[in-house]
RNA sequence: GCAGGGUUAGUGAAGCGGUCAAACACAACAGACUGUAAAUCUGUCGGCUUAUGCCUUCGUAGGUUCGAAUCCUACACCCUGCA
Protein backbone atom coordinates (compact mmCIF):
# COMPACT_ATOMS: atom_id res chain seq x y z
CA UNK A 1 0.00 0.00 0.00
CA UNK A 2 2.80 2.29 -1.19
CA UNK A 3 -0.23 5.02 -1.34
CA UNK A 4 -1.69 5.41 1.87
CA UNK A 5 -0.17 8.57 3.49
CA UNK A 6 1.96 8.59 6.61
CA UNK A 7 0.76 9.24 9.49
CA UNK A 8 2.54 9.83 13.21
CA UNK A 9 -0.15 8.82 15.91
CA UNK A 10 0.55 10.80 19.66
CA UNK A 11 -1.61 8.96 22.25
CA UNK A 12 -1.24 9.16 25.92
CA UNK A 13 -2.80 10.56 29.41
CA UNK A 14 -4.57 13.68 29.98
CA UNK A 15 -1.69 16.21 30.86
CA UNK A 16 1.05 14.18 29.81
CA UNK A 17 2.17 16.21 27.21
CA UNK A 18 1.04 15.23 24.13
CA UNK A 19 0.33 18.37 22.58
CA UNK A 20 3.55 19.80 23.53
CA UNK A 21 5.37 16.53 21.49
CA UNK A 22 2.56 17.03 19.09
CA UNK A 23 3.52 20.82 18.04
CA UNK A 24 7.45 20.33 18.36
CA UNK A 25 7.06 17.19 15.68
CA UNK A 26 5.05 19.44 13.87
CA UNK A 27 7.78 22.19 13.69
CA UNK A 28 9.99 19.86 13.25
CA UNK A 29 8.61 17.58 10.11
CA UNK A 30 6.82 20.63 8.64
CA UNK A 31 3.70 18.80 9.87
CA UNK A 32 -0.42 19.89 10.73
CA UNK A 33 -2.08 18.23 13.85
CA UNK A 34 -5.18 16.71 14.45
CA UNK A 35 -6.84 16.56 17.47
CA UNK A 36 -8.22 13.32 18.12
CA UNK A 37 -10.32 14.61 21.08
CA UNK A 38 -14.16 14.14 22.18
CA UNK A 39 -13.95 17.51 24.03
CA UNK A 40 -11.87 19.87 21.80
CA UNK A 41 -14.12 19.35 19.22
CA UNK A 42 -16.71 22.14 21.10
CA UNK A 43 -16.45 26.13 20.29
CA UNK A 44 -15.87 28.23 23.68
CA UNK A 45 -15.04 25.42 25.71
CA UNK A 46 -11.23 26.59 25.86
CA UNK A 47 -9.67 26.41 29.22
CA UNK A 48 -11.28 23.47 31.07
CA UNK A 49 -10.49 21.00 28.06
CA UNK A 50 -6.69 22.39 27.44
CA UNK A 51 -7.47 23.55 23.99
CA UNK A 52 -4.13 24.33 22.03
CA UNK A 53 -3.50 27.79 22.73
CA UNK A 54 -4.59 30.27 19.52
CA UNK A 55 -0.38 31.09 19.27
CA UNK A 56 -0.39 27.16 18.66
CA UNK A 57 -2.78 26.85 16.47
CA UNK A 58 -1.60 30.29 14.55
CA UNK A 59 2.20 28.34 14.25
CA UNK A 60 0.54 25.19 13.22
CA UNK A 61 -2.47 24.23 11.91
CA UNK A 62 -4.76 21.97 14.35
CA UNK A 63 -7.73 19.90 12.44
CA UNK A 64 -11.22 19.41 14.19
CA UNK A 65 -10.57 22.34 16.55
CA UNK A 66 -14.14 23.49 17.47
CA UNK A 67 -16.35 22.11 14.64
CA UNK A 68 -19.39 21.84 17.14
CA UNK A 69 -21.18 23.76 19.50
CA UNK A 70 -21.62 22.56 23.20
CA UNK A 71 -25.59 21.55 22.37
CA UNK A 72 -24.26 19.34 19.54
CA UNK A 73 -23.84 15.61 19.98
CA UNK A 74 -20.67 14.55 18.26
CA UNK A 75 -19.96 10.65 17.78
CA UNK A 76 -16.93 8.52 16.74
CA UNK A 77 -18.71 7.98 13.11
CA UNK A 78 -18.67 11.51 12.51
CA UNK A 79 -14.56 11.75 13.62
CA UNK A 80 -13.30 8.67 12.00
CA UNK A 81 -14.79 10.37 8.39
CA UNK A 82 -13.52 13.81 9.20
CA UNK A 83 -10.12 12.48 10.49
CA UNK A 84 -9.90 10.31 7.49
CA UNK A 85 -10.43 13.69 5.35
CA UNK A 86 -7.68 15.39 6.89
CA UNK A 87 -5.19 12.84 6.29
CA UNK A 88 -5.98 13.05 2.93
CA UNK A 89 -6.01 16.70 3.04
CA UNK A 90 -2.74 17.39 5.16
CA UNK A 91 -0.50 14.74 3.00
CA UNK A 92 -1.83 16.01 -0.23
CA UNK A 93 -0.75 19.24 0.76
CA UNK A 94 2.58 17.34 1.17
CA UNK A 95 2.63 18.07 4.96
CA UNK A 96 2.81 15.14 7.73
CA UNK A 97 -0.11 14.11 9.55
CA UNK A 98 -0.13 14.18 13.33
CA UNK A 99 -2.76 12.36 14.97
CA UNK A 100 -3.00 14.00 18.60
CA UNK A 101 -5.09 12.46 21.13
CA UNK A 102 -6.25 11.43 24.59
CA UNK A 103 -9.34 9.76 23.17
CA UNK A 104 -8.91 6.11 22.36
CA UNK A 105 -12.01 5.20 21.02
CA UNK A 106 -11.77 8.42 18.21
CA UNK A 107 -7.81 7.26 17.93
CA UNK A 108 -8.82 3.40 17.49
CA UNK A 109 -11.31 4.43 14.96
CA UNK A 110 -8.82 5.67 12.28
CA UNK A 111 -6.03 3.54 13.16
CA UNK A 112 -8.05 0.42 13.02
CA UNK A 113 -10.50 1.44 10.39
CA UNK A 114 -13.71 0.79 12.08
CA UNK A 115 -16.42 0.14 10.22
CA UNK A 116 -19.75 1.30 11.75
CA UNK A 117 -23.21 0.27 11.41
CA UNK A 118 -25.92 2.89 10.24
CA UNK A 119 -26.94 5.61 13.39
CA UNK A 120 -29.31 4.24 15.78
CA UNK A 121 -29.15 0.69 15.10
CA UNK A 122 -27.24 -0.72 17.67
CA UNK A 123 -27.96 0.53 21.47
CA UNK A 124 -25.65 -0.52 23.16
CA UNK A 125 -26.23 1.28 26.25
CA UNK A 126 -25.26 -0.99 28.90
CA UNK A 127 -21.71 -2.22 27.25
CA UNK A 128 -23.26 -5.68 25.99
CA UNK A 129 -20.34 -7.46 24.84
CA UNK A 130 -21.69 -8.65 21.92
CA UNK A 131 -19.48 -6.86 19.49
CA UNK A 132 -16.25 -8.84 21.29
CA UNK A 133 -15.72 -10.89 18.55
CA UNK A 134 -15.63 -8.09 16.00
CA UNK A 135 -13.64 -6.32 18.13
CA UNK A 136 -11.03 -8.83 18.81
CA UNK A 137 -10.83 -9.45 14.61
CA UNK A 138 -10.20 -5.98 14.12
CA UNK A 139 -7.43 -6.02 16.95
CA UNK A 140 -5.45 -8.80 15.26
CA UNK A 141 -5.78 -7.51 11.70
CA UNK A 142 -3.76 -5.15 13.49
CA UNK A 143 -3.50 -1.44 12.41
CA UNK A 144 -3.98 0.74 8.91
CA UNK A 145 0.03 0.79 7.87
CA UNK A 146 2.30 3.56 7.66
CA UNK A 147 0.72 4.74 10.58
CA UNK A 148 4.00 5.39 13.76
CA UNK A 149 2.26 5.19 17.17
CA UNK A 150 3.63 6.66 19.70
CA UNK A 151 2.59 6.62 23.40
CA UNK A 152 3.51 9.10 26.14
CA UNK A 153 3.86 7.45 29.80
CA UNK A 154 4.63 9.48 33.01
CA UNK A 155 5.02 7.89 36.67
CA UNK A 156 2.13 7.89 38.03
CA UNK A 157 2.75 10.35 40.86
CA UNK A 158 4.24 12.54 38.44
CA UNK A 159 1.32 12.69 36.25
CA UNK A 160 -0.41 13.40 39.10
CA UNK A 161 0.94 16.43 40.06
CA UNK A 162 0.76 17.69 36.43
CA UNK A 163 -3.40 16.87 36.67
CA UNK A 164 -3.45 19.14 39.73
CA UNK A 165 -1.26 21.75 38.62
CA UNK A 166 -2.93 22.08 35.43
CA UNK A 167 -6.26 22.34 37.07
CA UNK A 168 -4.98 25.11 39.43
CA UNK A 169 -3.92 26.95 36.07
CA UNK A 170 -7.40 26.26 35.05
CA UNK A 171 -8.60 27.66 37.77
CA UNK A 172 -6.60 30.36 37.33
CA UNK A 173 -7.36 31.31 33.76
CA UNK A 174 -10.88 31.48 34.39
CA UNK A 175 -12.83 28.33 34.12
CA UNK A 176 -15.71 29.19 36.61
CA UNK A 177 -16.47 31.83 34.43
CA UNK A 178 -16.35 29.76 31.18
CA UNK A 179 -18.30 26.98 32.65
CA UNK A 180 -20.79 29.69 33.79
CA UNK A 181 -21.08 30.92 30.19
CA UNK A 182 -21.69 27.58 28.76
CA UNK A 183 -24.19 26.68 31.02
CA UNK A 184 -26.25 29.82 30.61
CA UNK A 185 -26.38 29.62 27.01
CA UNK A 186 -26.73 26.11 26.40
CA UNK A 187 -28.16 24.72 30.20
CA UNK A 188 -27.10 21.07 31.96
CA UNK A 189 -28.56 18.57 29.76
CA UNK A 190 -25.71 19.78 27.05
CA UNK A 191 -23.54 16.69 26.12
CA UNK A 192 -20.27 19.07 26.00
CA UNK A 193 -21.10 19.73 29.73
CA UNK A 194 -21.04 15.91 30.77
CA UNK A 195 -17.32 16.76 30.51
CA UNK A 196 -14.48 16.72 33.23
CA UNK A 197 -13.99 20.36 34.87
CA UNK A 198 -17.04 21.18 33.81
CA UNK A 199 -19.63 19.11 35.37
CA UNK A 200 -17.86 19.27 38.81
CA UNK A 201 -19.40 23.02 38.76
CA UNK A 202 -23.26 22.08 38.98
CA UNK A 203 -22.91 21.77 43.20
CA UNK A 204 -20.68 24.47 42.96
CA UNK A 205 -23.06 26.56 41.03
CA UNK A 206 -26.21 25.51 43.52
CA UNK A 207 -24.10 26.72 46.34
CA UNK A 208 -23.82 22.72 47.82
CA UNK A 209 -19.84 22.57 46.94
CA UNK A 210 -17.08 25.13 48.14
CA UNK A 211 -14.62 26.24 44.69
CA UNK A 212 -11.90 24.15 46.72
CA UNK A 213 -13.86 20.97 47.11
CA UNK A 214 -15.07 21.57 43.39
CA UNK A 215 -11.15 21.56 42.34
CA UNK A 216 -10.81 18.54 44.12
CA UNK A 217 -13.34 16.40 42.65
CA UNK A 218 -11.88 17.65 39.09
CA UNK A 219 -8.86 16.45 40.22
CA UNK A 220 -10.01 12.81 41.26
CA UNK A 221 -12.21 12.69 38.38
CA UNK A 222 -9.34 13.50 36.02
CA UNK A 223 -7.08 10.80 38.00
CA UNK A 224 -9.75 8.14 37.62
CA UNK A 225 -9.83 9.36 33.01
CA UNK A 226 -6.30 9.00 33.11
CA UNK A 227 -6.74 5.18 34.51
CA UNK A 228 -9.13 5.03 32.04
CA UNK A 229 -7.34 5.64 29.06
CA UNK A 230 -4.07 3.98 30.41
CA UNK A 231 -6.27 0.86 30.38
CA UNK A 232 -7.67 1.47 26.80
CA UNK A 233 -4.50 2.12 25.49
CA UNK A 234 -2.60 -0.92 27.08
CA UNK A 235 -4.19 -3.36 24.61
CA UNK A 236 -2.53 -1.64 21.36
CA UNK A 237 0.44 -3.70 21.49
CA UNK A 238 1.65 -1.51 18.76
CA UNK A 239 2.22 1.58 20.58
CA UNK A 240 5.80 2.55 20.91
CA UNK A 241 5.85 4.13 24.51
CA UNK A 242 8.23 6.86 25.51
CA UNK A 243 9.22 8.14 28.65
CA UNK A 244 11.52 10.61 27.40
CA UNK A 245 10.00 12.41 24.66
CA UNK A 246 13.32 13.46 23.56
CA UNK A 247 13.51 10.07 21.81
CA UNK A 248 10.85 10.63 19.59
CA UNK A 249 12.43 12.73 16.82
CA UNK A 250 14.23 9.62 16.19
CA UNK A 251 11.61 7.72 15.87
CA UNK A 252 10.01 10.23 13.30
CA UNK A 253 13.03 10.35 11.38
CA UNK A 254 13.42 6.80 10.59
CA UNK A 255 9.93 6.25 10.17
CA UNK A 256 10.12 8.68 7.35
CA UNK A 257 12.99 7.26 5.74
CA UNK A 258 11.58 3.83 5.18
C1' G B 1 -17.64 18.28 88.55
C1' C B 2 -22.80 16.22 87.15
C1' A B 3 -25.87 14.57 82.87
C1' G B 4 -26.07 12.95 77.72
C1' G B 5 -23.94 11.51 72.76
C1' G B 6 -19.88 9.39 70.38
C1' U B 7 -15.14 6.15 69.21
C1' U B 8 -16.51 0.49 63.32
C1' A B 9 -11.84 -1.58 58.07
C1' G B 10 -7.80 3.89 53.71
C1' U B 11 -11.92 7.80 54.50
C1' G B 12 -17.14 8.76 55.50
C1' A B 13 -20.97 5.85 57.43
C1' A B 14 -24.64 1.47 58.70
C1' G B 15 -25.01 -2.43 62.15
C1' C B 16 -26.95 -2.55 68.38
C1' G B 17 -26.64 -10.68 71.08
C1' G B 18 -26.18 -15.50 66.62
C1' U B 19 -27.29 -15.65 59.32
C1' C B 20 -20.75 -10.05 60.74
C1' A B 21 -14.82 -9.97 57.93
C1' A B 22 -19.02 -6.50 59.07
C1' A B 23 -24.36 -2.98 54.51
C1' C B 24 -23.56 1.39 51.68
C1' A B 25 -20.65 5.48 49.54
C1' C B 26 -15.97 7.37 48.18
C1' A B 27 -10.95 6.43 47.37
C1' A B 28 -7.56 2.44 45.92
C1' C B 29 -6.45 -1.74 42.49
C1' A B 30 -7.72 -4.43 38.06
C1' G B 31 -10.75 -4.90 33.72
C1' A B 32 -14.31 -3.90 29.56
C1' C B 33 -15.26 -0.69 25.46
C1' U B 34 -17.03 -0.03 17.20
C1' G B 35 -22.13 6.20 16.30
C1' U B 36 -22.82 9.56 24.49
C1' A B 37 -16.15 7.64 25.13
C1' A B 38 -13.29 13.64 29.62
C1' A B 39 -18.91 9.01 28.49
C1' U B 40 -20.75 4.28 30.13
C1' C B 41 -20.06 -0.30 32.53
C1' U B 42 -17.72 -4.75 35.38
C1' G B 43 -14.71 -7.23 39.16
C1' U B 44 -11.57 -7.08 43.72
C1' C B 45 -11.19 -4.45 48.03
C1' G B 46 -8.61 -7.25 56.76
C1' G B 47 -4.64 -11.26 56.39
C1' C B 48 -3.45 -16.09 54.81
C1' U B 49 -4.71 -17.87 50.65
C1' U B 50 -8.10 -18.75 46.93
C1' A B 51 -11.38 -22.95 50.19
C1' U B 52 -19.28 -24.09 51.20
C1' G B 53 -11.17 -23.24 54.89
C1' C B 54 -8.35 -20.91 58.67
C1' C B 55 -6.56 -16.60 61.36
C1' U B 56 -6.82 -11.47 63.27
C1' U B 57 -10.34 -7.11 63.50
C1' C B 58 -15.30 -2.93 65.24
C1' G B 59 -11.12 3.04 71.04
C1' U B 60 -8.19 0.12 75.47
C1' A B 61 -8.53 -3.56 79.44
C1' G B 62 -11.56 -6.84 81.80
C1' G B 63 -16.48 -9.23 82.58
C1' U B 64 -21.52 -11.58 81.44
C1' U B 65 -23.12 -15.37 77.87
C1' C B 66 -23.11 -21.69 74.43
C1' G B 67 -22.16 -17.17 71.47
C1' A B 68 -20.55 -9.98 71.73
C1' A B 69 -19.08 -4.84 66.94
C1' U B 70 -23.66 -5.43 69.59
C1' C B 71 -24.88 -6.26 77.04
C1' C B 72 -21.97 -4.83 81.86
C1' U B 73 -17.56 -2.44 84.40
C1' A B 74 -13.26 0.55 84.38
C1' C B 75 -9.94 3.57 81.61
C1' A B 76 -8.54 6.91 77.36
C1' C B 77 -9.91 10.48 73.76
C1' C B 78 -13.89 13.59 71.28
C1' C B 79 -18.63 16.47 71.07
C1' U B 80 -22.88 18.39 73.74
C1' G B 81 -26.70 19.99 78.08
C1' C B 82 -26.05 21.72 83.41
C1' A B 83 -22.56 23.80 86.56
Given at each position: MASSPKVVVIVGETASGKSALALEMA???????ICADSRTIYKTMDVGTAKPSKIAQKQIKHHLLDICSPDEKFSVAKFKALALKAIEDISSGNKLAILVGGTGLYVDAVLFDYQFSPAGARKNLQNIRHLKYQ??????????????????QLPKDELEQRIINRTRLMFENGLSKEVKRIVDKY?????A??????KEFQNYFAGSKSLDETRELINRN????AKRQRTW?????????????S??????TTFLNT
Open positions: RKFDGEIELKAYTKGSIPNTLVIGLGWQSPLNTIGYTFLYFKRNKSIQWLDDPRAVDLV
